[in-house]
């Protein structure tokens, strides 16, 4: 950025050698560490060392080194574009003017834009998966830090010249899902989101929970109150519990109905999503789904039982890997993974496992293949990473779980979609515009409307940033 002011007193230090008889100077230049100004430094002692070598007379090297140093800063007075020079036992130090550093700056900002800063391409690649919120749900604050942070990591590592994919997980099956479309069959059906799909959708999942709970409740004391008034009355109660898990039947065995019904709600949140994406700034190049690894992870865990790796206890239990003992380790350290329940359904862990081979054989040249997901899952990972070592997989060792503390509501409350306890990421956005916006009308009156609101979304979106 300032190699022409480099080079300028490049050539008046070798006319100050050249003027005063001295050898031709090798000048290396170096940042000298911020202190609260900027600044490059060269040291005379290599030049006073060559003099004395050259030279008639004896020379102590450090002393004459200082007098060289001090002359030179004499010599060159002030330059252009630099607020002070000084010689500091034998080094000549020159600090840039702040205003012309800061204007250098913002110019080669200003030209070279994101490429700012960022190194040369490295031909290699790597992924980094993040986000990954269920659909059916509210994309909440939680899931805000995921995506950020995944952003984060993915822009740093691009700048740093690397190929990244950038890949989101979207939870969109399991129990909470098929909570959400039993709640919509019967109570909702036909029914749309018009607008904050989002909220709409995570209205939608608590509704089901109370639902559930409600029902549970009133049927455990239907049954501890044992009289015949109750005995009939919890007869005629639908058992919630027992619909859900028989639509979710319905959704294993592919039911035409269902999974036309799935498909429709499951793009409602992702168009959602979206939306929100778009206001964060965040992309992706690659979407992954739940559903997608399903049914490829029961196919690992066949696997694993061939190998002898998972133990098979069905129907009485579940397929576990007890990977300490398969280890040889005599202290616990990841303990027992469960990779498929007693009824053949499959887990997180089964998904994982299959995800993991899913993108390698896509990505098969990936060096590292990140995962950014919060603390509470570093167990999870670790075993899931450790039994894909074990089922011989090579590329198991370039899986790598990075994680984050959560956000916690005031009293450390862990946020619960299902309670309808989150704060809602639109909800987040249009407070911090809102915020935002007061401050810019009451410092910049005179913007117009559309300007303001402009301003005023970049800085909210900025500071919770």
């Known amino acids: 950025m300032f190699d022409a002011e480099q080079q300028q007193l490049d050539q008046k230090i070798r006319a100050f050698c050249l003027e005063n008889g001295l050898p031709e100077p090798k000048l290396m230049w170096g940042w000298i560490p911020f202190n609260g100004r900027w600044g490059i430094s060269t040291s005379f002692f290599q030049l006073a060392a060559t003099e004395a070598r050259q030279g008639q007379k004896k020379i102590n090297v450090n002393e004459r080194a200082v007098e060289l140093a001090q002359q030179a800063a004499d010599y060159l007075g002030k330059p252009e574009g630099f607020s002070q020079v000084e010689a500091t036992r034998g080094y000549l130090n020159l600090y840039y003017a702040s205003s012309e550093y800061a204007r250098r700056v913002i ?186 690894a399903e049914h490829p992870g029961k196919e690992v865990v066949n696997e694993l039982i061939a190998k002898g790796i998972a133990q098979d206890e069905r129907p009485e239990g579940p397929v576990i890997v007890k990977i300490d003992e398969k280890l040889g380790l005599k202290n616990e350290k990841y303990r027992v993974l469960v990779v498929l329940r007693s009824d053949g359904t499959a887990l997180y862990a089964t998904e994982d496992l299959a995800l993991a081979k899913i993108k390698f054989g896509d990505y098969p040249d990936m060096i590292k293949s990140l995962y950014i997901v919060d603390v509470r899952q570093s167990l999870h990972f670790q075993q899931v990473f450790k039994t894909l070592d074990l089922a011989g997989y090579p590329w198991a060792e370039r899986c790598q779980h990075i994680p984050y503390e959560l956000v916690n509501l005031p009293g450390n409350v862990v946020m619960a979609s299902r309670e309808g306890t989150v704060v809602l990421l639109e909800d987040l956005l249009r407070e911090a515009t809102r915020r935002a916006l007061e401050v810019v009308e009451q410092k910049n009156p005179d913007l117009s409307a559309e300007q303001k609101m402009a301003t005023a979304r970049a800085v909210g979106l900025g500071a919770i940033k």
């Open 107 to 292: 110019d080669e900002i200003m030209e070279q834009g994101k490429a700012y800063g960022c190194g040369p391409k490295r031909g290699e690649q790597l992924m980094v998966e993040f986000s990954q919120p269920n659909t059916h749900k509210a994309m909440h604050v939680g899931h805000l830090r995921s995506a950020i942070l995944g952003d984060v990591v993915a822009r740093i590592l691009e700048c740093a010249g690397y190929d990244v994919v950038r890949a989101n997980y979207p939870g969109d099956i399991g129990l909470h899902v098929v909570k959400w479309l039993w709640n919509y069959m019967k109570y909702h059906n036909g029914e749309r989101p018009e607008k904050d799909i989002t909220q709409w959708m995570g209205t939608m999942y608590a509704e089901a929970n109370r639902r559930l709970e409600t029902n549970t409740e009133l049927r455990k004391k239907l049954q501890e109150e044992n009289t015949p008034e109750s005995l009939k009355q919890l007869a005629e109660t639908p058992n919630v519990e027992v619909e859900i898990r028989a639509l979710y039947g319905r959704w294993d065995k592919r039911d035409p109905e269902v999974v036309a019904l799935w498909q429709e709600t499951r793009q409602w949140s992702l168009d959602g999503f979206n939306d929100l994406y778009d206001q964060l700034d965040i992309r992706f190049d690659r979407y992954y789904f739940n559903s997608m």
